[in-house]
């Protein structure tokens, strides 16, 4: 959440501030605003998909900073939408601020959408240090609130919902942490971070003020989620009064009108009638239940997660009314599960994220739309008591309808997505969650979602199974159809991922995220069909670092945990240097130019007997002539008359013309 202009109003008063040297304590991490503020903060790519090794350096040096502080960080994450779904309206508003954004990225103007792996690197990160985190059943800022006042400790964040909440130690804005910075104490030698923590006490004796008011001044103010149209009324009848400032803004003038005006009133009960005297008596008690309603966001939660971290679990009466599975609620506690899979299981209605991408062409998550219906099947006959109606309301249609908002060119719409017809393979859905527990058949299920065989996959290693099942899968059904180099530069760019450190080049990331992403959430879903390696060692027959080439981008539609336990189906791989799409680019650029895989793996026949399995694979699982491109005689004829002869290539690749249509064609543009 947090209140509009109320972060700027607080950073203008240093009086409301104390200043801290944090060492030596546990702090409280909203983890949401922590990856943003980030990666932000840092200036790193936003255009190209995602500049994921340096988020990585980074988070790496946060969490390193605050160990040599001797600083215990908890970290939260946000889940998806309560089953009151009353936030609805206010996140596709924002969906519709992001296709903007994203829209004057892609032209090369301003704006800021997160790349979507962001959240996936960073849980990765958590994991690997060892920093213990779990994700809320919903909106965390409550739980949060809950699990620091039980610890004793103060919260990081850049929430200014935070300045209402009562903290017994307070909150740090992650604006003023200077983790950058550290700094020794005099007299002990020990190290500590430079930070201010805001002082609800210093606040309410600014404006001498009773702190139990000021959730009902956050209400009137409105938050990013709560705008009640009725307490326009109110600021247009009343007279408030507002201090001279150098400065001069209508939002610092309503919030510190509001606290001054508020401030004349004893208690909560008194202010509350004061307020209601501005609206009509027939008005009254639905505005009364109205802001009452909303002032329970500000209330710390009956969840206590210092049981998760205590033992691995924690209780929630909302989780328990929706009769959850146990290992459904266990993967959604750990993270294991993306708010994505909650928001379809108890919603039947999902917001896909905004990409940074062409506008006019369809939204890159629509050749995802099989394998979403996969999961959609899966989730309802898995779970199907956690399932509401859909959000119109109507009767339970046949077959059941699930609702996505995703983009139309630069508009957001609403569709009925109906989910797989799969009966034919578990005729009794009481049934499937048994079947699933057969390691053959989740498998094959898997397989017949990515419309591949096991067999096809045999002659590369388990732990790129997965990956490379996505990428047939993208090659059959992407629009415009790829060309056999396209896809060359890909798996050259998985089995060389050494390459980027010799040419130096930064990393990218471009538009067809959603496959990847789409295929480990139904990975997910399939749980424990092998066990996972130990992916802290390095691997001798291939630097794994960008394996994500593949398919950059399939990892958004799920939004699952990078490094998967050993209850996956499939190995997979850390984040450590992810997709290069500059690297990628060159790649391409260098087939054009009638360079072949042999100049590029000649060091390593094992690395390139890889490579020519993987590009085999992808062929095998497309029809004969797939990679063919038609031609006018005309066209073919002069085509024929100006070509040179290329031994070379014409033994190691397949020559295929440049196709001007296709969405990677700019990979052969440098940047």
């Known amino acids: ?106 032209c090369g103007g301003g704006g800021s959408v997160l790349p979507l792996l962001v959240r996936e690197v960073f849980k990765q990160i958590l994991t690997e240090l060892q920093v213990p985190f779990v994700q809320s059943f919903s909106e965390a800022d409550r739980d949060i609130v809950s699990l620091a006042n039980h610890l004793s400790c103060p919260v990081l964040t850049l929430d200014s919902d935070f300045c209402i909440f009562d903290l017994q130690s307070g909150y740090c804005p992650l604006n003023y942490f200077q983790w950058r910075n550290l700094c020794k104490c005099k007299d002990s030698q020990e190290y500590y971070i430079p930070t201010r923590r805001f002082s609800l ?21 409105g938050n990013d989620y709560i705008n009640l149209p009725a307490m326009e009324v109110f600021f247009s009848k009343i007279h408030l009064p507002i201090e001279k400032s150098r400065r001069k803004s209508r939002k610092h003038d309503r919030i510190q009108g509001l606290l001054n005006w508020l401030s004349r009133f004893a208690d909560l009960s008194e202010a509350m009638e004061n307020v209601l005297e501005y609206f009509k008596k027939n008005e009254k008690e639905d505005i009364r239940q109205l802001l009452s309603s909303f002032m329970g966001e500000y209330e710390p939660s009956n969840v206590n997660l210092k049981d998760f971290f205590q033992s691995g ?9 929706l009769k959850l599975p146990q290992w459904i609620e266990t993967h959604l506690i750990k993270g294991q599960l993306a708010p994505f899979v909650s928001d379809a299981l108890i919603l039947r209605s999902t917001i896909l994220p905004v990409q940074v ?150 990393g990218r990331f471009r538009e067809d995220q959603s496959c990847l992403q789409a295929g480990l959430h139904l990975n997910q879903l399939f749980c424990r069909p092998l066990p996972e390696p130990d992916l802290t060692q390095g691997l001798s027959v291939i630097n794994f670092s960008l394996l994500i080439v593949i398919t950059p981008g399939l990892f958004h539609t799920l939004g699952i945990s990078p490094k998967l336990s050993y209850t996956k189906p499939f190995f997979f791989f850390i984040f450590d240097r992810l997709y290069n799409g500059t690297l ?8 054009k130019s009638n ?13 390139y007997k890889l490579y020519c399995s993987m590009v085999q694979i992808v062929k095998d699982s497309t029809p004969p002539g797939f990679f063919q491109k038609s031609k006018s005689p005309r066209k073919k ?15 190691m690749m397949d020559t295929l013309p440049f196709c001007s249509t296709n969405r990677f064609a700019t990979l052969a543009i440098e940047n």
């Open 1 to 106: 959440m947090g209140i509009h202009g109320l972060t700027s109003y607080v950073g203008e008063h240093s009086e409301f501030f104390v200043d801290l040297q944090l060492r030596n304590t546990d702090v409280i991490i909203d983890g949401n605003n922590l990856y943003h503020h980030l990666y932000f903060d840092s200036n790193l790519d936003i255009r190209h998909g995602g500049d994921y090794d340096s988020f990585t350096d980074i988070t790496r040096q946060f969490f390193q900073s605050l160990a040599v502080c001797h600083i215990q960080p908890y970290v939260v994450l946000d889940g998806g939408n309560d089953a009151s779904n009353k936030k609805f309206a206010t996140l596709k508003e924002r969906a519709r601020e992001k296709i903007q954004a994203a829209h004057s990225l892609s």
């Open 201 to 221: 006490e210093r606040f309410c004796r600014h404006f001498n003020m009773n702190k139990t008011l000021l959730p009902l001044f956050a209400v009137m103010s």
């Open 313 to 321: 679990m924690y209780e929630s009466e909302e989780m328990k009314k």
């Open 357 to 506: 991408e062409n506008m006019q062409r369809d939204s890159a998550h629509s050749i995802t739309l099989p394998i979403r219906q996969v999961i959609y099947w899966l989730l309802l006959n898995i779970a199907p008591s956690s399932l509401s109606p859909p959000l119109n309301k109507q009767p339970t249609s046949f077959p059941p309808v699930f609702y996505e908002f995703d983009r139309l060119q630069k508009s957001l719409k609403k569709s009925s997505v109906h989910v797989a017809e799969l009966a034919q393979k578990f005729p009794d859905s009481r049934s499937t969650e048994c079947n699933l527990r057969e390691l053959f058949m989740r498998l094959l299920f898997l397989f017949e979602a990515f419309g591949v065989s096991a067999c096809i996959l045999e002659p590369v290693p388990c732990l790129l199974q997965l990956p490379m099942a996505v990428t047939c899968y993208w090659t059959q059904f992407s629009e415009p159809k790829v060309t056999l180099q396209h896809i060359k530069a890909l798996l050259l760019g998985v089995t060389f991922g050494e390459l980027d450190k010799i040419l130096h080049i930064p």
């Open 584 to 591: 990628v680019h060159r790649l391409y650029h260098q087939l």
């Open 595 to 607: 360079s072949t895989p042999e100049n590029f793996l000649s060091t390593s026949p094992k690395i």
């Open 637 to 651: 004829n002069k085509k024929i008359a100006s070509k040179l002869p290329d031994t070379r290539e014409s033994t």
